[in-house]
């Protein structure tokens, strides 16, 4: 089994960090779809609701942002640890005081700074792998870091609540996040390795926070960078946007909706974005490894998720409650979604000596996606309806795939125009041995 892991540039000191991440993201993506509505249904309005959603996503990016540059400076487990406690002990000031006081500006409070735990648990693991697997493997083996991170957010993270909720209700299938998180964090601490090379070591306060900022300056002196960035954000705005909107449109006549499944059943339709993605996140890195990067996320990334952002919406006007119909759109954003595994590989590699800063970049990017994408619900959504939003998520897709065509990254193994180089008999036997 190992060996097989192994196959996808995933080196066995690695392998169970990539199990506590997949655990720990269950616990954190327990409240993802039916978080509005639950506010909806405590008297708060739509725009609340997703107001909630959209500001946690904010502090998310700036935890992600940090993430890459601390984690080169103090560890990467340090930072996992860090990032995790913080995470499980706002949680239970989130569920234990501010859910029950029903006071709106104490509860997003609490609910934003939980936001920055994380993204440093998740994405300083991301250090690691750039440390421990090689340019040529990365692209596989970030996509199987998405295979778990998919794994708990979405599969476990959507079907377990809809299993605990009929029985529990909806404050409490809250509650069983924790168990996960726990876990996940204690995994962490026992099995994640250390960095290979710490680089905050010898240097001065002045200079770490030179490092830190150069995770955002780096998108404004390096044009490829902030390409790379504005795709990312992009990539994932219907897994946080459509969490917040489609509730309201599926399971109630508020704001336009049409009331046409129960919560649990959208939860389960929802799951299965996430249940593709296990396959198509593992897919999409080892294709790209060996066929290219860039083409596969402009037309399997880029555009199946313009379809899908509009599906979503019309597959319910069309065939009414017809839940097969939707999982086939769920199917359809789940293959989109998984097409981007290339670009932290890319940013890395347009940033020769900035390795922590490009990171850093990408984990800023993956972490304002979870701002954006409810953003644009939570601006949007009385102007122009739900409807209107879809069409938006659509047309920015549409504008990532035009950038996409201003990448041109020297993938190792292709010439300049994106052709795969013939390899001799000694040069496959020689990569075998340094993969």
Known sequence: MIRFFEKFGIPRVLLLGFLAVAIFMT?????????????????????????????????????????????EMFGARRVMMFGACWWIAVHLVFLGLALPSGIYPFI??????????????????????????????????????WTCFSLGIGVFGAYLPSFIMPHFGEYRTFWFALPFSIVG?????????????????????????????????????????????????????????????????????????INIFKTEEWMRIWGFVFVVTLI????????????GWVWPMRWFGCGVLAVGSVAFYYIPQWFGAN????IIASIIVGIGTCAFSCLPTIMTLEAP??????????????????????G????????????????????????????????????????????????????????????
């Open 27 to 71: 616990g954190d993506g327990f409240e993802l779809t039916f978080l509005s509505k639950y506010m909806v249904d405590q008297g708060f309005t739509a725009a609340q609701a997703s107001g909630l959603v959209t500001v946690y996503g904010l502090f998310a990016a700036l935890g992600g942002w940090t993430a890459g540059v601390l984690a």
């Open 108 to 145: 997003l409070a609490v609910y934003a700074v939980r936001g920055i735990g994380y993204p440093l648990f998740i994405y300083s693991f991301v250090v690691l792998m750039a440390q421990y697997i090689t340019p040529a493997r990365l692209a596989s083996a970030t996509g199987f870091f």
């Open 185 to 257: 964090t204690i995994m962490c601490f026992l099995f994640v390795p250390k960095n290979k090379v710490v680089k905050g070591e010898g240097l001065s306060t002045k200079e770490k926070l030179k490092e830190l900022t150069d995770g955002a300056t780096i998108l404004f002196t390096n044009r490829k960078i902030a390409i790379c960035a504005i795709i990312r954000i992009i990539n994932n705005l219907l897994l946080y946007g459509f969490p917040v909107i489609m509730p309201l449109y599926l399971c109630t006549t508020k704001y336009g909706g």
């Open 280 to 291: 198509f996140n593992t897919f999409w890195g080892w294709f790209m490894d060996r066929f």
């Open 323 to 326: 839940a097969l119909m939707m």
């Open 353 to 374: 000596g900035k390795q922590g800063a490009a990171l850093s970049a990408y984990n800023l990017a993956a972490g304002l996606t979870t701002f954006v994408g409810p």
């Open 376 to 435: 644009i619900a939570t601006v949007l959504l009385p102007s122009i309806g739900i409807e209107g939003i879809c069409w938006t998520y659509a047309a920015l897709y549409v504008v990532a795939l035009l950038l996409t065509c201003t990448l041109h990254p020297k993938q190792p193994g292709f010439d300049e125009k994106g052709h795969r180089i013939k390899e001799t008999k000694t040069e496959t036997a020689e990569s075998a041995i340094a993969a």
